[in-house]
């Protein structure tokens, strides 16, 4: 079965820091890959995606994630935080021919001035 | 462009009550899927629709019934609420291609909160 765990419900940084938040996923199949985020009161929306084409992913808003599979993580970073990262974001998994997404419990991102 | 388009967006019910969530996506897609969201569990799947005509349960369908009316619109029936379906729900639709799940890209509603008295 796939599941996916994301590490710290809650990550604070400084504005212009670096920003990590952390994944890992457990699938026995090669798996697809995505980053969600939310702002509040909204609903989901894509930051990016692995699709095996190439492991260090470029999504929007300065986002980028690396596919590492010998550690099974795709974290996802910035390297300067902004006040408008406020967020919580998810991390998903499924396979192919799968219509399921599976999501982490979510990391909540705050930034502080 | 609107997208994902749900009502309503607040909705307060006592024990018992029955009501439906309406979900609408004007990107022609063939897949349409209806999630809750809880403190701290992340997104569960409760249905899910790979095309018109078809469901599926998901992790969750305990509660629900849905109905996928045409290729726009995929309705949740709560027939009795309970306080355990206080939550926010999220309606999202994708275009599957075939094998090529990582065309799968799920786009979400802004969605309904929902409270159970």
């Known amino acids: 079965a796939q599941s996916v765990t994301q590490l710290g419900s809650h990550v604070s940084v400084s504005e212009g820091a670096l920003v990590l938040l952390r994944c890992n996923y457990s699938?026995?199949?090669?798996?697809?890959l995505f980053w969600y985020v939310q702002y509040p009161n909204q609903g989901l929306q894509l930051l990016l995606k692995?699709?095996?084409?190439?492991?260090l992913v470029k999504g929007i808003n300065g986002f980028e994630a690396e596919f590492k599979k010998s550690e099974t993580s795709f974290h996802l970073t910035k390297p300067s935080a902004h006040m408008s990262d406020a967020a919580e974001y998810f991390c998903?998994?499924?396979?192919?021919?799968?219509?399921?997404?599976?999501f982490g419990s979510g990391t909540r991102l705050l930034v502080r001035p | 462009n609107a997208g994902v388009t749900q009502t309503p967006k607040f909705q307060v019910l006592k024990t018992g009550q029955s009501m439906t969530l309406q979900c609408a996506q004007d990107?022609?897609?063939?897949?349409m899927y209806w999630y809750r969201q809880d403190p701290g569990m992340g997104l569960r799947l409760i249905y899910y629709?790979?095309?018109?005509?078809?469901?599926d349960k998901g992790e969750v369908p305990n509660g629900y019934n849905v109905s996928r009316l045409n290729k726009r619109e995929f309705s949740l029936r709560l027939e009795s609420a309970a306080p355990s379906q206080t939550s926010v729900y999220f309606c999202?639709?994708?275009?599957?291609?075939?094998?090529?799940?990582?065309?799968?890209?799920?786009?979400f509603g802004a969605g309904t909160r929902l409270s159970v008295l």
């Open positions: 990107m022609n897609h063939n897949s």
């Open positions: 699938s026995s199949v090669p798996p697809y």
């Open positions: 629709s790979a095309s018109e005509g078809t469901t």
């Open positions: 692995y699709t095996s084409a190439a492991t």
């Open positions: 998903a998994v499924t396979r192919d021919s799968s219509y399921k997404l599976i």
């Open positions: 999202a639709s994708s275009e599957y291609e075939g094998g090529l799940q990582a065309k799968n890209i799920q786009y």
